[in-house]
C-alpha cells in the first residue's frame, strides 16, 4: 500500500452503490474523513470490500496533531501528527486499503476559507485521478459532533455536486449508526450523532472476518484510546451496526415531485 501525501465485487456494489455507478462495477470506493481512527465508522465495509477484491482508498484530511492524550505522553505538533500518520498507515493496511491520503491540514483548523479551499482543491483532485464510483463521508451530523468531521463531509459533498461530470456519475454517501439502536447501545466514548434508521437506507451486511478486521483495525489508534475505552467502543459499534454499515444516499431529488407544483 503507497501512502499518498497532499497541504470491492458485484454483490456488495449492489447494496453499496445503486444506480448509474452501478455499470462501471471497476471503479473504486473512495471514503473520506477528518482524522486518523474515522474510518472505524465503516471499517467492516471497507475490509469487506478489500475482501472482495474492491479497489479502495481512504482520505485523511488533517494531521491529528492535536488529539493529544495524557496516557500517551506525546505533545501536541509534529510529533504526534508523526504517530498519528504510522496509526492511520497501520490502520489502512489492516483493512487492505489501496492508498492511504493523508492530505495534512492542521487538526482542529478547517474553519477558514483559505484552509477549506485547500481542502476542497485536494479533494477535487484526487476525485479527478480515481474517478471513484462512490465517495463515503461524514452526513451533517459528523459523527461525533466534531467540526473537521462537519466541515470535511460539507467540502467532499460539494466537490460532487458542483460538478456536472459527477452529480450523475459519482455516489455520495453519508456513514452514520441509527439513532433508534443508539438508544440502546452499551456506553461508550465519544458517542456518535446518529441518523433515523429510515434516511439510512444503504445497508450493506458484513462477516464476522470483516468484524474482526475492523477492530484490528481499531486497534492501530493507541495514541487516541486506552484498551479499556477501545473495548467500550467496539462493543457500542457492534451494537449499532447489528451486522452491517448504515450509509444514506445523498440523492439530491424530492421525496414527493409535486410539492412546489401549482
Aim: charged share 20%; with cysteine; hydrophobic share 45%.
Amino acid at each position: 500500500m503507497r501512502i499518498l501525501r497532499l497541504l470491492s465485487i458485484a454483490a456488495t456494489l449492489a447494496a453499496l452503490v445503486p444506480g448509474a455507478a452501478f455499470a462501471q462495477a471497476k471503479r473504486p470506493i473512495l471514503a473520506v474523513f477528518a482524522h486518523p481512527d474515522d474510518e472505524r465508522v465503516i471499517g467492516p465495509l471497507l475490509a469487506r470490500l478489500a475482501r472482495e477484491g474492491r479497489e479502495t482508498h481512504l482520505v485523511i484530511a488533517t494531521d491529528g496533531s492535536q488529539g493529544t492524550r495524557d496516557y500517551a505522553k506525546i505533545p501536541a505538533g509534529a510529533q504526534l501528527a508523526a504517530a498519528r500518520t504510522k496509526e492511520a498507515t497501520c490502520a489502512a493496511n489492516r483493512l487492505g486499503v489501496k492508498q492511504l491520503h493523508i492530505v495534512g491540514l492542521l487538526d482542529g483548523g478547517l474553519a477558514s476559507f483559505e484552509t477549506l479551499g485547500k481542502l476542497r482543491s485536494a479533494i477535487a483532485a484526487i476525485v479527478d485521478s480515481l474517478k471513484p464510483a462512490a465517495i463515503i463521508t461524514f452526513g451533517p451530523e459528523g459523527g461525533t459532533g466534531h467540526p473537521d468531521h462537519r466541515l470535511v463531509g460539507d467540502v467532499a459533498s460539494q466537490v460532487v455536486q458542483a460538478d456536472p461530470r459527477y452529480a450523475t456519475s459519482i455516489d455520495l454517501l453519508y456513514a452514520s449508526l441509527p439513532t433508534e439502536r443508539l438508544r440502546t447501545a452499551p456506553r461508550a466514548n465519544p458517542t456518535v450523532t446518529g441518523m433515523a434508521e429510515a434516511l439510512l437506507t444503504v445497508r450493506v451486511p458484513f462477516e464476522e472476518q470483516d468484524l474482526v478486521a475492523g477492530r484490528e483495525e481499531f486497534a492501530c489508534h493507541k495514541t487516541q484510546y486506552t484498551p479499556t475505552e477501545m473495548a467500550a467502543v467496539n462493543a457500542y459499534l457492534a451494537h449499532a451496526w447489528n451486522g452491517m454499515v448504515w450509509l444514506r444516499p445523498y440523492t439530491g431529488t424530492l421525496h414527493d415531485p409535486t410539492l412546489f407544483a401549482k
